[in-house]
């Protein structure tokens, strides 16, 4: 029975319709799922294959991994932090697009350590001139 992601699921490679097959059912819709199994089940893959699939699997979300977990350098966090700015919100939103994770989120960080300091700054100079 054929159904309208049948014509995708060809198109798609051995590694994508494992990761389809094994991952959560929720993430597709049940016609997809459905015409993922179909796909493999015709191509009958062997055990070689779907071994050499499972290690390119493996090996790509190890490099995801190490990607979303590489930090951010100091130099990055040191200009956010003296020229804190909502543009540094945008490169933050580029870098977790690009699946680098941990650098977004310390990039926020320490622009929000920039935004703090400054507005402390602003504060202490407030109540010292009230003072004097």
Do not use: C, H
């Amino acid at each position: 029975m054929e159904n309208q992601f049948d014509d995708v699921m060809r198109k798609r490679t051995d590694a994508d319709l494992i990761k389809i097959i094994n991952g959560p059912p929720d993430d597709y819709q049940p016609n997809a799922l459905e015409a993922a199994k179909r796909e493999y089940e015709r191509r009958d893959l062997s055990d070689e294959q779907v071994t050499i699939v499972n290690q390119e699997i493996t090996r790509e979300k190890a490099i995801d991994d190490a990607k979303a977990n590489t930090p951010l350098d100091t130099t990055p966090k040191i200009l956010a932090f003296m020229f804190p700015g909502i543009i540094l919100f945008m490169f933050a939103g580029t870098f977790r697009a690009d699946g680098y994770d941990r650098k977004a989120r310390e990039l926020i960080r320490w622009t929000l350590y920039g935004f703090g300091f400054y507005v402390g700054f602003v504060v202490l100079i407030m109540v010292l001139s009230e003072l004097f």
